[in-house]
C-alpha cells in the first residue's frame, strides 16, 4: 500500500464493431500485477471478442491496449511493430483456449508441446528441455510415463492441464483464458480449478478468464467485469459483484444459478 | 484513548430488487461508530436489523449507497465506499480480517493449506505459515489426522473452527466476527473467546455479532444497538 503500483495493463475505451453490430464497447479497465481478472456474461454477450481484443488477436475498431513488460517499458500493443508484439506474446503472455485442439500440437507428443514454447524463447540444450517438460507435466498432474504419448490419446481434462502445462512452462507474466472449465466433468472441473488457484498464487500470475460460470470466477478471480450485449455493466470486487449485485442484468444472472 | 483504526459515518445502505418490480430494502439508514485498536464492539439488535449487512459493508462485500468506512492502514486512510478493488484486496491482505458465519468451501484443497493460506499470500515461508496453522487447528481441536483433508466432509462445527482458524491466521489490525461462536460446544467457544481476547491485547480493532450472551459479556467493551437505529429512522 506503500508503493503505488503501476497496472500491468491499461485497457482504454476499447471497441469492436462488426461492421454495424457491436462486438464490444467502450470497456475500460486496469489489470494490476498478481490479479486475476473475471469476465462473465452470457453467450453473445462480446467476452470473447473482449478478450481477442486484449490478447493482441483482434484489432479493435478504437481504444487503445497498453502493457508494462518486464524492464518496466509500456507497449501499446496495436501501435507496436508485429515482431515486438510477437516477441511479447511469446514471452509475457500465454493463452489457454476453451478448445484443447486449439492451443495444442495433437499430432506431437505431450512433451513435446511442452518442450517447443521453452525451445521458442531460446532454450536449446534437450536434457535441459526435457527435465522441465516432465517437471511441467507433474504439476499438471500427468504421469510421466505419458510424456511419449500425443495429446489425441488423452482425456479432455489431460489436454487442458497439459494446454495449461504448455503456455506456463515459458514462465509468462500474463494469462488469458477462454471457458477453461468448459466441456469438462464437474469431478475435473474442480481438479482443473484447484491446480490454477494453486498455479496462479504461487507464480504471482495475472490472469483474465472470461466464463459464463460464476463459480468458477468465486473461486479464481480478485475482480469481475459483467458484460451485456457487449457492454460493461457491473464492474468490481468478485465477492462484492455476487454477494451484493448492482445492476438489473448481474442481479438475474446471479439469481438464476443452480444450486446442487 | 487512541484514535480509532475504523470509522464509520452516516452509512446508508439499501437493497434494490431490479427483477422483483423493483422493491427497495433499506437495512442501514445513517449509521455513525468508531472502533479503536483492543477494543471490542459488539453489534446487537433483533434478526433484520442490518447487524450482518453492517459487517459485510465493513469488509466491502455490500456496497453501500452513502457514507463513509475509512480504515486505517499503516498511516493512509481509505475509504471502502469509494476504493478501487485492487486497494480492498490490499487491505484484506494486511488489515481486514473477516470470519464468515459458513465455511465456503473450495474443493480439494486441504484444511491445512486454506488455513496457512492467508499468510502465505502476505509471504510468510509455507513452514512459518504451516507452523501457525497447526497451533490453531490444535487450539481448536481439530485432529491432526483430519489437517490433510478437504473440509467439504467435515462437520458444521468442525468446518466452522476451520473457518476461524483461517480468520485469526494473520494478525489482522481489524477483525469482522460474524457469529464465529454459532454452532460450537462449550470447550470450543472459550477457545475462541481466548482468541478473541488475545487479538484485544494485540491491539486488534474487533466488531462482531454473538448471540451468546456468555461469550458477548467476555469480549464486548460497548454494545452498538442497531435496533435503535432503526427506530430513530
Known amino acids: 500500500m506503500t508503493t503505488p503500483r503501476q497496472p500491468l495493463m491499461q485497457v482504454n475505451d476499447i471497441s469492436k464493431m462488426y461492421g454495424g453490430r457491436v462486438g464490444c464497447r467502450n470497456v475500460d479497465f486496469d489489470l494490476y500485477s498478481g490479479e486475476v481478472l473475471g469476465i462473465v456474461g452470457e453467450s453473445g454477450s462480446g467476452k470473447t471478442t473482449l478478450l481477442n481484443c486484449l490478447s493482441a488477436r483482434l484489432e479493435p475498431t478504437s481504444g487503445s491496449v497498453k502493457y508494462r513488460d518486464r524492464t518496466g517499458d509500456i507497449i501499446n500493443i496495436y501501435q507496436a511493430p508485429e515482431s515486438r508484439r510477437r516477441m511479447l506474446t511469446r514471452t509475457d503472455w500465454g493463452i489457454v483456449h476453451q478448445n484443447p485442439r486449439d492451443g495444442l500440437r495433437m499430432r506431437v507428443s505431450a512433451g513435446a508441446n511442452v518442450g517447443e514454447r521453452l525451445m521458442a524463447v531460446g532454450e536449446r540444450h534437450y536434457g535441459g528441455i526435457r527435465e522441465t517438460a516432465t517437471d511441467w507435466l507433474d504439476r499438471v498432474e500427468i504421469s510421466d510415463d505419458r510424456i511419449d504419448d500425443k495429446p489425441i490419446t488423452f482425456s479432455g481434462g489431460m489436454q487442458q492441464r497439459l494446454q495449461i502445462a504448455r503456455n506456463l512452462v515459458s514462465g509468462p507474466r500474463l494469462v488469458f483464458m477462454d471457458e477453461p472449465t468448459g466441456g469438462l466433468d464437474v469431478s475435473v472441473q474442480a481438479r482443473l480449478l484447484d491446480l490454477l488457484r494453486r498455479l496462479v498464487t504461487d507464480l504471482g500470475l495475472s490472469a483474465i478468464i472470461v466464463t459464463h460460470d460464476l463459480a468458477v470466477v468465486r473461486l479464481l478471480a480478485h475482480r469481475l467485469i459483467v458484460m451485456r450485449q457487449g457492454e460493461v455493466v457491473e464492474h468490481g470486487l468478485t465477492d462484492q459483484v455476487l454477494d451484493d449485485p448492482q445492476h438489473p442484468y448481474t442481479q438475474l444472472l446471479v439469481s438464476s444459478v443452480l444450486q446442487p | ?233
Open chain 2, 1 to 233: 484513548m487512541t484514535d480509532p483504526v475504523l470509522r464509520v459515518e452516516d452509512l446508508y445502505k439499501t437493497f434494490t430488487l431490479h427483477n422483483q418490480g423493483g422493491v427497495t430494502l433499506p437495512v442501514l439508514r445513517g449509521i455513525d461508530l468508531a472502533v479503536h485498536a483492543g477494543e471490542c464492539v459488539v453489534l446487537h439488535g433483533p434478526s433484520g436489523a442490518g447487524k450482518s449487512s453492517l459487517l459485510r459493508s465493513l469488509y466491502a462485500n455490500y456496497l453501500p449507497q452513502r457514507g463513509s468506512i475509512h480504515i486505517r492502514s499503516d498511516d493512509e486512510w481509505i475509504d471502502l465506499v469509494t476504493a478501487e478493488p485492487h486497494q480492498i484486496l490490499e487491505l484484506r491482505k494486511h488489515t481486514l480480517g473477516y470470519v464468515s458465519q459458513f465455511l465456503r468451501v473450495i474443493p480439494r484443497v486441504p484444511t491445512l493449506d486454506i488455513v496457512s493460506e492467508p499468510l502465505r499470500n502476505l509471504g510468510v515461508t509455507p513452514e512459518q505459515a504451516e507452523e501457525k496453522a497447526r497451533t490453531l487447528l490444535s487450539r481448536l481441536r481439530i485432529p491432526e489426522a483430519m489437517w490433510s483433508l478437504a473440509p467439504a466432509t467435515f462437520s458444521g462445527g468442525e468446518q466452522q473452527r476451520v473457518n476461524i482458524a483461517h480468520g485469526f491466521s494473520v494478525d489482522y489490525p481489524v477483525l469482522l466476527l460474524d457469529e464465529p461462536t454459532a454452532s460450537l460446544d462449550a470447550e470450543n467457544r472459550q477457545t475462541v473467546v481466548d482468541l478473541i481476547l488475545e487479538a484485544k491485547t494485540r491491539g486488534a480493532a474487533i466488531v462482531g455479532i454473538f448471540h451468546d450472551a456468555e461469550v458477548r459479556e467476555q469480549v464486548a467493551d460497548r454494545v452498538f444497538s442497531m435496533q435503535a437505529y432503526k427506530d430513530a429512522a
